[in-house]
């Protein structure tokens, strides 16, 4: 199994960005799909996941949207009205539907917002 996490970068508090996480080697639809991230000296903390729902950390909620593709293996984090508290490096993982860990991790993208 293979994520593959991209659309990273650096941009201005209030921008926006999308991030995309390409899977591989499982039977994408199964899988429930969570995005976290970790700032620098702090702990990972979970953002968002999509099921058959969406779920959202309580400090992105309003701002961030997930969304998934089943039939291109990709789950996307829309990121709008960024902060600079925003600033992490992104991780895509995957978890069986009928699990409450995520099994896969991808490799991550930093994510560097400017105030």
């Known amino acids: 199994v293979q994520l593959q996490a991209s659309g990273g970068g650096l941009v201005q508090a209030g921008g926006s960005l999308r991030l995309s996480c390409a899977a591989s080697g499982l039977t994408f639809s199964n899988y429930r799909m969570g995005w976290f991230r970790q700032a620098p000296g702090k702990e990972r903390e979970f953002v968002s996941h999509?099921?058959?729902?969406?779920y959202y950390a309580d400090s992105v909620k309003g701002r961030f949207t997930i969304s998934r593709d089943n039939a291109k293996n990709t789950v996307y984090l829309q990121m709008n009205s960024l902060k600079p508290e925003d600033t992490a490096v992104y991780y895509c993982?995957?978890?069986?539907?009928?699990?409450?860990?995520?099994?896969?991790w991808g490799q991550g993208t930093l994510v560097t917002v400017s105030s």
């Open positions: 993982a995957a978890g069986r539907s009928t699990s409450v860990r995520y099994g896969y």
């Open positions: 999509i099921s058959s729902s969406t």
